[in-house]
Every structure is written in structure tokens, then in C-alpha cells.
């Protein structure tokens, strides 16, 4: 180990920025002269609003001045923006609660919706139990009928209650297939286009890992599954795949074979973004608990939109992931409350994590001869327990030197658990990208938390003494008690299920190896494809950038109900 | 042979530091006179002169089990007398304060017995009967694992460990619980929960900075020791991470 120059600094520009006409290397500050709540112009908004409600309803509601702290509102100090990271946008904290961002409610959103149905199950009783043609052409036509059926219309029946288009017009379903000359024969509007869409390495890949199969990506709308839960998805693609094979193929509603397609449509042929949790965490499939980190990392576009950059494509994944897992799955599934955010947004916001990761492709470059502008398998380091180490220990040492050598970084990262998850990231990162070894990029952060907890005398909150202290102990070497490679590990894996500042952080080592190796999926070439569809509401390959744009309100999500309610 | 503690690699005088506190043998020197009236007062938990609460009658009072743990086991003055457990909780910031979270933990263990701690980033907290706790409190105000400016007890509303400093060397207190007076003394006017008290308590001048360099036991490249200049502590910690890592398929090095 030893420290190497690097010139970049990319968090300055948002230390200048949020500490306006301060020294952001001076060791004091002013406190007790902002003007308390004053200082926010959201907060002074949230009061607004709050008298309004007050009046309308005759209950009271957010009332700082009287309600924190006895009488001493936020605000004694600098209330703070945030630059979501890599965007330039500015934001203040409250816009990155999910509740107040239409983009991070719509990310969520468009995985809940989401299942993949392959089409091979269904196409074999077609042909082989009822003796039907199956063509490219009636292929379309069953796709014309499903793009009716599945948003809530009726098919078959002559007098049936639909939904309203207006209220669901996210929902829709397209089809992939590695097979290049049945895609050709599928109308574009249906077909979402591998060769088009990735780099064509990476389309190569996929295309041969789907192989002649073709499944389809469905979305259902994003109203039906706020109302019910994940666990609807499945079953009300199903529905609706049943009755438009019934309505393409002229088949019989009651016949037996009808049994075979539902099944096919819910249980066999059918792809879950989540599996269950047990009753202790309990909840259906497409909830978050069972989103394992490789099947995430393949829902995270970045690597088809950067693929010479697996440092920015982990740090998306990290944005993303700790939103969904940190701020949605533990911050409100899990425990409930608003605090959760500020632990997460440290990882995505001003630049500091993505400092820290460039320096440690920097190190891989300048002593291992890595180059992560060129990524590929065969160039990567051998994952020793000495290189980990190596790694693991310049990146940490940097990253707490930056801290150190810049006192209004560490003011922004305020609590341990930020840096703490900070830190740890740029390590895993680090050694999973240069290694391609998700394992070893686990490796690397725990003895990142060894480090940080030795060298300051602190981590994070309570829960850090739990994973982050044993956690040695089952990465790198594969335990049969304990072990699992870091693609099949997820947010209820033994030590991860209730610790906020890990699991998306997780997801983006385990992502980085693969990045980090040129691979074109992580876990399922099947998710990587569905995601990488235009269509869909929200962008998975810009995932901090649409949080931005819902942050100032320039983003546009599906699901309003504003036609069935009052004009206002 | 008799295990003896070596509290902690390093050649650093931070980590010098972490092994004097921690070892009981050493004398920790005392830097400040706090009564013991101040300290109850500043703790909170009951009115100076008053009796302690009781969470059970005194042992001797009460039948007590056939247990051969507890004839091995002397119990504390407060848990004879059966004491509510109560608290006192520090925060200490980064800018070389004498002691530090994990530090405190590693340090009451070895030093006090009966407690209860627990460690944050930004506070650390240590249970235990109240007058047990009296007595502990007493010892980390009154030596040099205290300093007045950057180390604050506080029971809720602690964040300050990672925020520069006030212009006058203070830490950051959103209660402003203790103040510096004109005559470079701080005071405490509210209780560690922040309720105003009837009068203030001094707990002597902030050190200087050097005294703070001397005593930190937190490594710090821009205002102390540089963490990547103890060889030593860094080696240790990566040998005990490949010990760990390696020991499910070789027990044995």
C-alpha cells in the first residue's frame, strides 16, 4: 500500500457550493446564526402547507417551533443541500425522501409491476396438446390482444366492468428473444430490440444466453400494484395472459389445456423480480426483502449505457440500491419513520463516494495495471487475500484522510454510518471490479470496517457491530454454513436483513464484478433485457438522474389518479 | 499461565494512548475537580441529597437463589443496594478528543464492573446502578479522558463529533447544554437532557492543543497522528481480517 496523487477531488466543486463563502478546509464554523427553519426555503414550504391542511382538517400537524425539541428547531446549524451525484442538480434533503420524489416512487414502482413470462411453455400446449399453429403472425396478434387485456380490459365476455386507459397507460408488455430472425418478424411496437439497445458485445451475449426462447417483459400498471402488493404481479399478468390466449388462439374458456396456460403464466414459466420472504419478514414475490443483489444489478442499466466505466456503473447501482433497500425496504417497510434517508443519501449525493471509487481505480491502474477505461476478464487481478488487503486498505486510508484533510466533508457525511457505508463501498468496489470476484469485493469492505473502526475508535450505529464485524468470515472463503457467492445473497441473507448503509452498497460490488469483467448480466441475461426497455417510465441507466429530476419535480410518474378525482 | 492483556497493537502515541486508559494498572492523571453534587446534577437523573430509587429491595433483603455464579460474583454497591439502572452518555469529537467511542467501551470495561456500554459513531453510552454510575461518572469527567470543550454529555441531540469546531473551540451543541464563560471556564446550565438547571456547573477550562494532541486516542492526519504512519496498528488489523477470512478453510496458519 501506498498513497497515490490524485488530483481530481471530485466532491470540492460541492463542498463550494454547499458551503458558500466558507474555507471548506477551515476547522470552524459559526453555529446559532442561520435563522433556524428560516434558512430552508422547503421547509418554509412544509409550514405553509402545514397551516393549510391545519385549516381545512381542524387537526394539528407539522408544528417545528412547538414539537422539536421543546421549542428549538432544526436549523442551529447549516441545514445543508445535496448535489445528487454526477447530475449538477442541487437539492435539499427532504426532496430525496421517497415520499417527496415522484422518480425514486416510480423506480420502485416499474420493479414491483414487473414479471417475466416465457412463452415456450405456452406455445408447446398450443401446439402440441390442441394441434394450433403458432406463427410469428398470430405471435402478433396475441400481442395486440395482451397490449388490450392486460392494462384491465375484457377479452372474451360480453359484458365486463375495464379500467380506465387514462389510469394505466404504464402498462403494457413487450417480448425479447436471442433468436434474430423471429425477432425480425415481431412488429416493433411489441419487440424490445437487444441488437439495438446494447453495445454489441454485450447483445451477443445476451442473445445467446436467451437463445431461441422468447419471453415476454411485462409491466402491469403501477395503480394495481400500489393498491395490492408485489405479490399481484404474477397473478394479474396471468389473468390476463390466459384470457388473450383464449381470445387469439379461438380456444375454449373451460378447456382443460386453458389450466396449463395459467400455470405456465403463474408458476412455471414465470419470473419474479423477488422471491418470498419467510413469515418473520413476510411478504409475496416483487417485494424488496427478496431481491437478490445479481438479479439488481442486472435491473441497473448503467453498464449498457457505460460500459467502458464500471466504476459509474457500480456508483448507479449503489444510488439506486440504497434508495430502494435502505430508504424504502428497511427505512419504511421494515422499521418505519424518515431517518433512514439521511443514511442513504450520503451514498449518491456530492460526490464523495465517487471520489473515493475513482481513486481506487486509479490505485488499481497505477500499481496492478488495471484499467477499468478497458475492463475485460483476462485483465483482471488475481483475488488474493494480499491484493484484497492491498486494496482495501489504500482506498480506506484515503477515503479517511479526505475526511480528515477536509472538515466540511466530514460535516456532510455528519454520522458514522454514512462514512462508515461510504468508506466500505469505495473498498468493495474497488476489489470486486478489479477482481471480478464479488466475494472479494465483500472481503474488501469488511476489512474497510475493521480499519475505520480501529482507526477512529467508531463505526456506525449498533447494527454495524453485527454484519461488519464478522463479516470477514464469510466473504472470500466460501463457508458451507454461511457462504454464498455475492450474486445469490440478498437483503434477507443472515446479517444483512436489518442494517441500513449495506445492501445497496452490496448490490453495487457484487455489479462491479461483473462490470468491472465486460459481462453483459450480472445474474439473469433475462432482467438485463427487460430493463433496458425505453418504455418504461423511469430510466435504469440514469437512476441518480431521474431521483434528481423528481427531486426538483421535472419528473413525470405513472399511476395518478387525477382523472377519477375533483379537479384541483 | 495467566492471560495478560496486551490492550492493543501500535507504536502511535494515539495507540499509546488507547493502552494506558484501557489498563487498570495505569493512574489516569486527574486534570479537573468535579463534585459530587455537580456530577448528580449534571447526570439528571435525581435531585442532589435525594434517595436513590430502587428497582428491588437491597439483596440482603430479598431471598436470593441458590446460584453459584453469584457466590463467585460480589455485587456492586449499587446492586446490593438495588439501584435503578440509569446513564451517562458522551459525545467526543473527532478533533483529538482525549477519549472515543470504542475506546470508552474497551476502557470501562477493563476499569469498572456492573455496566452496560453502548457504542455509536457520534455518542457512547454506559448503563449501570445508579450510584455505581455516580462513582464511574466521577472518574471520566474528573481525568484526563475528559476534556470541556471537545467532549459533551449529552443525553439526546448529540450530533457534533464530526462538525468543525465553534469559533471559540467548542463543540457543536444544538442545546447549547454547556457554555464558555468569560473567564475560559465551561459551564453546564441544562442537564445531559437538556432540562435547564437551577445552577450552572463548571467543569474546568478547556486543554490546549497540545495537551490534545498529547492525549488523543483518536488518529487524525489533519490535527494529530496519521493513521497510515502506525505500520504496526495497520498490519495487525489486516492479519486479524485474514485470519478471520481464511479460518473456515484452515484453522491453522
Redesign the interface.
Known amino acids: 500500500?501506498a498513497?497515490i496523487e490524485r488530483a481530481q477531488k471530485l466532491f470540492l466543486k460541492s463542498l463550494k457550493e454547499k458551503f458558500q463563502g466558507q474555507d471548506v478546509e477551515?476547522?470552524?464554523?459559526?453555529?446559532?446564526t442561520w435563522g433556524g427553519m428560516a434558512q430552508s426555503p422547503r421547509k418554509q414550504e412544509f409550514i405553509k402547507a402545514a397551516r393549510g391542511v391545519e385549516m381545512d382538517r381542524g387537526i394539528s400537524m407539522y408544528d417545528p417551533a412547538r414539537c422539536h425539541?421543546?421549542g428549538?428547531p432544526l436549523g442551529?446549524?447549516q441545514l445543508m443541500t445535496y448535489e445528487v451525484s454526477q447530475s449538477g442538480v442541487y437539492v435539499e434533503g427532504d426532496d430525496l425522501h421517497f415520499v417527496n420524489n415522484s422518480a425514486m416512487q416510480q423506480f420502485w414502482d416499474d420493479i414491483r409491476r414487473t414479471v417475466i413470462v416465457g412463452m415456450d411453455l405456452a406455445h408447446q400446449t398450443l401446439q402440441k396438446r390442441l394441434g394450433k399453429e403458432v406463427t410469428p403472425e398470430t405471435i402478433n396478434e396475441y400481442l395486440h390482444i395482451l397490449n388490450h387485456a392486460m392494462p384491465g380490459a375484457a377479452v372474451v365476455q360480453e359484458h365486463m366492468v375495464e379500467t380506465h386507459p387514462g389510469l394505466v397507460d404504464d402498462c403494457y408488455v413487450k417480448v425479447f428473444t436471442g433468436d434474430d430472425e423471429l425477432a425480425d418478424d415481431i412488429e416493433p411496437q411489441f419487440l424490445i430490440n437487444i441488437e439495438k439497445l446494447f453495445p454489441a458485445d454485450q447483445a451477443a451475449t445476451l442473445k445467446a444466453a436467451t437463445g431461441k426462447s422468447m419471453y415476454q417483459a411485462i409491466h402491469i400498471p403501477t395503480i394495481v400494484s400500489r393498491t395490492c402488493d408485489g405479490g399481484t404481479t404474477s397473478r394479474w399478468s396471468a389473468m390476463q395472459i390466459g384470457m388473450s390466449f383464449i381470445g387469439a388462439y379461438r380456444m375454449c374458456a373451460g378447456e382443460a389445456a386453458v389450466a396449463d396456460l395459467s400455470y405456465a403464466a403463474k408458476h412455471a414459466g414465470v419470473v419474479q423480480m423477488a422471491s418470498h420472504l419467510p413469515a418473520r419478514r413476510a411478504r409475496g414475490p416483487n417485494e424488496p426483502g427478496g431481491i437478490k443483489f445479481g438479479l439488481f444489478s442486472d435491473i441497473i442499466q448503467a453498464n449498457r449505457k457505460y460500459p467502458k466505466d464500471p466504476a459509474r456503473a457500480s456508483l448507479e447501482v449503489v444510488g439506486s440500491g440504497v434508495m430502494l433497500f435502505d430508504q424504502i425496504w428497511l427505512g419504511s417497510y421494515m422499521s418505519g419513520g424518515v431517518g433512514f434517508t439521511q443514511y442513504a443519501t450520503a451514498a449518491y449525493t456530492d460526490n464523495i463516494l465517487d471520489e473515493y471509487t475513482y481513486y481506487g481505480m486509479d490505485y488499481l491502474k497505477d500499481k496492478y495495471g488495471y484499467d477499468h477505461r478497458n475492463p475485460g476478464a483476462e485483465k483482471q487481478v488475481k483475488p488474493t487475500?494480499e491484493i484484497v488487503?492491498d486494496l482495501a486498505?489504500e482506498v480506506n486510508?484515503n477515503a479517511?484522510?479526505q475526511y480528515?484533510?477536509y472538515?466540511?466533508l466530514?460535516?456532510d457525511?455528519?454520522?458514522?454510518?454514512q462514512?462508515?457505508g461510504v468508506i466500505a463501498a469505495a473498498c468493495g468496489l474497488t476489489c470486486s471490479i478489479g477482481t471480478g470476484n464479488s466475494n472479494a469485493g465483500l472481503?474488501g469492505w469488511?476489512?474497510s470496517m475493521?480499519?475505520h473502526?480501529?482507526?477512529?475508535?467508531?463505526?456506525?450505529?449498533?447494527g454495524y457491530?453485527l454484519q461488519d464485524q464478522?463479516g470477514?468470515?464469510n466473504?472470500?472463503?466460501?463457508?458451507p454454513d454461511e457462504?454464498l457467492i455475492g450474486e445469490l445473497r440478498g437483503p434477507n441473507y443472515p446479517n444483512y436483513a436489518m442494517n441500513v448503509g449495506h445492501q445497496g452498497e452490496y448490490a453495487a460490488i457484487v455489479g462491479g464484478a461483473h462490470y468491472g469483467r465486460n459481462d453483459a448480466f450480472c445474474y439473469s441475461p433475462l432482467v438485463a433485457i427487460t430493463f433496458a426497455d425505453p418504455s418504461l417510465k423511469f430510466d435504469f441507466a440514469e437512476p441518480r438522474r431521474e431521483f434528481a429530476k423528481g427531486a426538483i419535480r421535472e419528473f413525470m410518474p405513472a399511476g395518478e389518479r387525477s382523472l377519477i378525482i375533483p379537479s384541483r | 499461565m495467566a492471560y495478560k492483556p496486551q490492550y492493543g497493537p501500535g507504536t502511535s502515541a494515539v495507540a499509546e494512548n488507547r493502552r494506558r486508559q484501557m489498563n487498570p494498572g495505569v493512574q489516569l492523571e486527574k486534570v479537573r475537580d468535579v463534585t459530587d453534587e455537580d456530577i448528580v446534577l449534571i447526570l439528571g437523573h435525581r435531585a442532589p441529597g435525594s434517595a436513590y430509587p430502587t428497582a428491588h429491595p437491597p439483596l440482603a433483603e430479598q431471598q436470593e437463589p441458590d446460584c453459584p455464579i453469584r457466590k463467585i460474583v460480589t455485587a456492586t454497591d449499587g446492586a446490593k443496594a438495588g439501584d435503578r439502572v440509569r446513564y451517562i452518555q458522551f459525545t467526543d469529537s473527532m478533533f483529538n478528543a482525549p477519549s472515543q467511542p470504542y475506546q470508552r467501551t474497551y476502557t470501562e470495561c477493563y476499569r469498572f464492573r456492573g455496566i452496560d456500554p453502548g457504542t455509536l459513531s457520534g455518542r457512547q453510552i454506559v448503563e449501570c446502578r445508579e450510584r455505581d454510575l455516580e462513582k464511574y461518572s466521577k472518574f471520566l469527567v474528573e481525568t484526563e479522558m475528559f476534556d470541556s470543550a471537545r467532549i459533551g454529555i449529552r443525553g439526546a441531540t448529540v450530533h457534533g463529533h464530526s462538525l468543525r469546531l465553534a469559533e471559540d473551540g467548542m463543540m457543536f451543541d444544538m442545546l447549547q447544554r454547556c457554555l464558555l464563560g468569560d473567564d475560559g471556564i465551561v459551564r453546564y446550565v441544562k442537564n445531559q437532557i437538556g432540562e435547564p438547571l437551577d445552577r450552572a456547573v463548571a467543569v474546568g477550562k478547556p486543554m490546549d492543543e497540545a495537551w490534545m494532541k498529547k492525549h488523543s486516542t483518536i488518529f487524525h492526519s489533519l490535527v494529530g497522528s496519521a493513521y497510515r504512519d502506525d505500520a504496526e496498528y495497520i498490519e495487525y488489523i489486516q492479519r486479524i481480517h485474514s485470519l478471520r477470512t481464511k479460518y473456515g478453510f484452515m484453522p491453522k496458519e
Open positions: 500500500m498513497k477551515g476547522e470552524t464554523a459559526s453555529y446559532f425539541l421543546g428549538i442551529q446549524r487475500q488487503n486498505t486510508l479517511m484522510e480528515e484533510q472538515p466540511t466530514m460535516e457525511h455528519f454520522g458514522g454510518s462514512r462508515a472481503n469488511y476489512l475493521l480499519m473502526k480501529e482507526g477512529w475508535s467508531r463505526l456506525g450505529f449498533f457491530d464478522c470477514s468470515a466473504s472470500l472463503s466460501v463457508r457462504g
